[in-house]
């Protein structure tokens, strides 16, 4: 049997959760490599070497990795699958990990690509969307479909947060709005609005990646730059971009993580035009309350509140003044 090796590189105040994540998945035969373990290792065999490599010191230090293996058949891929997803839940939920790149070899990147997309599956969202990858065919019925080819970016429909995001734009968008989508990753939330009748979206993301993913996304679904304008850069940090984003937007999402979503809200009145809404996502259970009160605190009104296996999402208007 071929097995495939995986490993993710991590900062080490992440190594319980992930550990525990790996473990809920069933995969508990696991290799750790940690600075720590390394100066343990050297004190305890310091009579072997009288000095330690300067470049080896600086190679582990604060590295942590962790390793495992899985087999090269179904079950294998499928706990892969399996781990990319919970990765996306935990990225999502604790920000200062960092990335969490899952990477692997024994298998070709084509093979790995192809392999992992069986379990991405159709899947409806409130009463009008469909998401379908790219790869799968499906018979929308009634539904609107969206089609998607997520990459390496964040947002397939299946994590709680983009669909409590999807279930709110599929209530709200009646036709003809303009719409600002704010840390959009793959596009999703921006193409599923086009789709049930925005007139527009303007979307926006600090990373290179989601902008060309969005935008081949948004081509999939036969809405050109016309209808989705994707940007790269961060809002709250650059003027220039800020301007070119200007207001008057009907709809402004933010599916991102609690700390920019506190950072944002006072921007958001700014953003929105007269009677416009916001929905604000992302939002782990125990950052709920503190979130709501920021929003509120920058003179946004709470309409709706949705929960999804303890994540939240915030949608409402600009208070009244």
Not at 35 to 58: I, P, S, T
Not at 78 to 86: D, E, G, K, P, T
Not at 214 to 231: H, M, S
């Amino acid at each position: 049997m071929r097995w495939l090796t995986l490993w993710i590189d991590l900062r080490p105040e992440a190594l319980d959760a992930v550990t525990a994540m790996l473990s809920a998945l069933g995969i508990d035969s696991l290799r750790i490599e940690d600075e720590e373990e390394f100066r343990e290792f050297l004190e305890q065999n310091r009579e072997a070497w009288d000095y330690v490599d300067e470049g080896l010191e600086a190679e582990m230090r604060g590295r942590c990795r962790v390793t495992f293996y899985l087999p090269e058949n179904e079950q294998g891929f499928s706990q892969l699958a399996q781990s990319r997803i919970a990765l996306q839940s935990l990225r999502e939920a604790h920000p200062e990990f960092g990335p969490l790149l899952l990477e692997l070899e024994t298998v070709e990147e084509d093979d790995w690509a192809n392999s992992w997309k069986q379990y991405y599956k159709p899947i409806p969202v409130g009463d009008r969307l469909l998401i379908v990858p790219q790869w799968e065919t499906a018979d929308p019925g009634d539904r609107t479909p969206v089609v998607l080819d997520p990459g390496l970016t964040f947002g397939t429909g299946e994590h709680e947060t983009t669909r409590l995001c999807l279930e709110i734009l599929d209530q709200w968008v009646q036709g003809g709005e303009r719409m600002l989508d704010v840390g959009c990753g793959s596009g999703i939330l921006s193409i599923a609005a086009v789709r049930l009748g925005a007139a527009s979206a303007l979307a926006v993301d600090i990373d290179e990646t989601c902008r060309r993913v969005a935008r081949e996304n948004a081509a999939l679904n036969g809405i050109g730059p016309d209808r989705c304008t994707v940007l790269t850069g961060d809002l709250l940090s650059d003027p220039d971009l800020r301007r070119r984003i200007g207001g008057g937007y009907d709809l402004v999402c933010a599916n991102i993580v609690a700390d920019v979503i506190l950072r944002l809200a006072p921007v958001l009145p700014d953003l929105l035009a007269p009677g416009g809404r916001w929905i604000c996502s992302g939002v782990i259970d125990t950052r709920a309350q503190e979130v709501r009160a920021g929003l509120r605190s920058a003179g946004l009104d709470v309409q709706k509140t949705r929960t999804d296996r303890g994540w939240y999402a915030f949608a409402g208007t600009v208070s009244e003044r």
